[in-house]
């Protein structure tokens, strides 16, 4: 029986669990940064909703122009815009060990919408890997990198203090979510890229 044939059977049967890892933290938290190496390290498919959202934006779509002024205002775009493009990403992504979230869930009403999802095929939420940094710090690598990659939202103080503001108020609380939960572990962001990736490695080779 050739491999392919037994991956199939192995789906079917459930054998192969995905694993749903939830990249956590504030805006300019280093998400986007640490998430290629986690992938490729663990065979895993990155979804950032805000890459995904700014594709639509860049191609002029309907969702993209909805997207377009609360993305620059530093607000959220509805919960159910999001979910869907998280939904459709699981049903056609194969061949990989699982998902890495970066941006979403990002209110508490996301965080149950996903739980129930997963549940639908008898999976949840593998763990919370979030990485930590102060507002200051934010600030200082969102300008930075306003520099550098000339993102809309990166580009004014009003639209970052917003950003700050959105997390704090809506994002946040999913940390006391993902702790009831058992979910839930930090990592210090405020070393080089390096250490933190090292910090994430060690965490990711035990979950
Ligand atoms: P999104 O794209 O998710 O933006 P964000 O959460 O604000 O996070 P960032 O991408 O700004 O930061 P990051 O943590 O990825 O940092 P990075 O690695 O780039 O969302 C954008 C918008 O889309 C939202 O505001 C919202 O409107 C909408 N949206 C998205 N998801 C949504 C959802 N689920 N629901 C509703 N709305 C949603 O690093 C930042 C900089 O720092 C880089 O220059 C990097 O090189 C540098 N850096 C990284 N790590 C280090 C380090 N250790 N030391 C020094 N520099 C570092
Ligand atoms: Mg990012």
């Known amino acids: 029986m050739c491999w392919t044939m037994i991956d199939v059977i192995a789906e079917t049967i459930n054998l192969h669990k995905m694993k749903y890892f939830i990249l956590f933290g504030p805006p300019g938290a280093g998400k986007g940064t640490q998430a290629s190496a986690m992938v490729e390290k663990y065979n895993l498919h990155h979804i ?3 890459a995904l959202l700014r594709k639509e934006i860049a191609a002029g779509t309907e969702l993209g122009l909805k997207a ?16 869907g493009m998280i939904e459709s990403e699981f049903k056609t992504v194969k061949g990989v060990n699982g998902f890495l979230l970066d941006g979403f869930p990002r209110t508490t009403a996301q965080a149950e919408v996903l739980d129930q999802m997963l549940a639908k095929t008898s999976e949840s939420v593998t763990a919370v890997v979030s990485i930590m940094i102060p507002d200051e710090m934010i600030k200082e690598r969102i300008r930075h990198r306003a520099t550098i990659e000339g993102r809309a939202d990166d580009a004014k103080e009003e639209t970052i203090n917003n950003r700050i503001l959105t997390y704090h108020e809506k994002t946040e609380p999913l940390v006391d979510y993902y702790t009831k939960a058992g979910r839930y572990n930090e990592i210090n962001g405020t070393g080089t890229i390096d250490e933190v990736r090292e910090n994430i490695f060690a965490l990711m080779d035990t979950l």
Not at 68 to 83: H, Q, R, W, Y
Request: charged letters at 25%; glycine letters at 10%; aromatic letters at 0%.
């Open 48 to 50: 950032s909703t805000g």
């Open 68 to 83: 377009k002024s609360l993305i620059d205002a530093g607000a959220l775009v509805p919960d159910e815009i999001v979910e």
